[in-house]
């Protein structure tokens, strides 16, 4: 089991910044792949940053030079640092993990939201033009 919890959501201006945090504890092998996703009032849940278990980041198109994602394994700790944020960015936003899936040879981490097992439970992030 892996149990996430998220903080440091709270309201701010467009062009301000954020960081969020998501402490993470449990089985390690199951939280190998980490990513926060979105969800803004009236809006399906969307991925925002990944983790893949290569180390390599990936961001979705509207948050990409904006977010940046980071961990301090030592610390068990999940980032997403947040910089000229936008009025549409406003969401609950979720720390989630997943132990990844096999391919062939080779184990990848998943990117739809319904393939992630584990959810913190969000931390909300509100955005004022």
């Known amino acids: 089991q892996v149990q996430l919890v998220e903080s440091g959501g709270g309201s701010v201006q467009a062009g301000g910044s954020l960081r969020l945090t998501c402490a993470a504890s449990?089985?390690?092998?199951?939280?190998?792949?980490m990513a926060w996703f979105r969800q803004a009032p009236g809006k399906e849940r969307e991925g925002v940053a990944y983790?893949?278990?290569?180390?390599?980041?990936t961001y979705a198109d509207s948050v990409k030079g904006r977010f940046t994602i980071s961990k301090d394994n030592a610390a068990n700790t999940l980032y997403l640092q947040m910089n000229s944020l936008k009025p549409d960015d406003t969401a609950m936003y979720y720390c989630v993990a997943d132990t990844g899936y096999q391919l062939g040879r080779n184990r990848l981490c998943p990117r739809v939201r319904d393939d992630f097992d584990y959810w913190g439970r969000g931390t909300q992030v509100a955005v004022s033009s």
């Open positions: 983790f893949d278990l290569d180390g390599r980041t």
């Open positions: 449990g089985d390690t092998y199951n939280r190998d792949c």
